[in-house]
Nanobody, 116 residues
Framework: QVQLAQSGGGLVQPGGSLRLSCAASGSGISINTMAWYRQAPGKQRELVANIDTFGSTDYSNSVKGRFTISRDNAKNTMYLQMTSLKVEDTAVYYC??????????WGQGTQVTVSS
């Protein structure tokens, strides 16, 4: 019964910034890993970044140095701060949560469009 509520998508010009949020809700959830994925039209869904319980992070090479993933464990909320956005960053962004017991859930996705 875990639900993920995403927010923060929208339209931004190249070089701009955007911040995505993903809030997990559900009774007694214990989250292990949280991650951001994205899927551009006609392409496979790809991993963008992930973060574990203790804040250790990993990024895809395409976003390294530009995006920052973070989490607030007390609020069960994850963020993706995106800076220096490029046209190729345009995609639907999805949050992904994995619990300590192996449960896995997807957020509903939010559109990020980078265009001038």
């Amino acid at each position: 019964q875990v639900q993920l509520a995403q927010s923060g998508g929208g339209l931004v010009q190249p070089g701009g910034s955007l911040r995505l949020s993903c809030a997990a809700s559900g009774s007694g959830i214990s989250i292990n890993t949280m991650a951001w994925y994205r899927q551009a039209p006609g392409k496979q869904r790809e991993l963008v970044a992930n973060i574990d319980t203790f804040g250790s992070t990993d990024y895809s090479n395409s976003v390294k140095g530009r995006f920052t993933i973070s989490r607030d464990n007390a609020k069960n909320t994850m963020y993706l701060q995106m800076t220096s956005l490029k046209v190729e960053d345009t995609a639907v962004y999805y949050c992904r949560v994995i619990s300590t017991t192996g449960g896995r859930w997807w957020g509903q996705g939010t559109q990020v469009t980078v265009s001038s």
